[in-house]
């Protein structure tokens, strides 16, 4: 049996760079999902539900393939922070973070459209943020722009000025692919990264 295509569904340059450092021939289709949070719905739960159903979306159009579906939600004090969108609510959202712990759940699955298979999990990071002054954020958000990263922090970047520690097991799944974990799942699948 051959090794089916690898996609990444994700609009994120960020993963796309991230699943690169792995060096398999992969594919990328960015799915349309709502990634709405349901009422009640705890944000580590969100996170996972949206990575699954971004998977299964693509799957829809690759039904032979091994599809990556990811999410990640920002968690300060059990409430979310999604992507803050508009620059208003990313100071909102690094105003509040600024001196405090946040804990980013990075949901991944891989999806065997072919067997209908599903392997997922979350992997959680915990944050550090330093106490920044509110000039800091201006600057900070004048140069970086991060209005689609979930807490308004893209440590790839300018952000990790932001952050005094982080904690976890990968150090990708900060930045929403789990390296480490994704190796595993693909070696479940008979892909092997080496």
């Known amino acids: 049996m051959t090794t089916p295509k690898l996609i990444l569904a994700s609009s994120s340059i960020y993963r796309k760079e991230l699943l690169e450092h792995l060096q398999l021939p992969f594919d990328v289709i960015s799915p349309d999902v709502d990634e709405t949070p349901i009422v009640d719905e705890a944000p580590e739960r ?30 300060l004090d059990g409430v979310q922070l999604g992507k803050p969108l508009t620059h208003d609510n990313a100071v909102r959202q690094l105003r509040l973070m600024r001196g405090r712990e946040v ?31 509110d000039d800091q954020i201006e600057r900070y958000l004048q140069k ?28 990708n799944a900060l930045i929403g692919l789990p390296l480490i974990r994704l190796i595993t799942m693909l070696q479940h699948e008979s892909v092997n990264v080496i």
Do not use: W
């Not at 970086?144 to 150090?171: F, M, T, V």
């Open 46 to 75: 969100t996170a996972l539900r949206l990575a699954q159903e971004k998977a299964r979306k693509v799957g829809i159009s690759e039904p032979d393939a091994l599809i990556i579906g990811c999410d990640q939600v920002a968690i």
């Open 144 to 171: 970086e722009q991060p209005y689609h990263c979930a807490g308004s922090a893209k440590s790839e970047g300018l952000g990790i000025a932001l952050i005094s520690a982080i904690h976890g097991d990968d150090p």
């Open 103 to 133: 804990t980013f759940h990075s949901a991944l699955c891989l999806f065997n459209a072919r067997t209908g298979h599903m392997q997922a999990d979350v992997v959680p990071t915990v944050v550090t943020f330093r106490q920044i002054s």
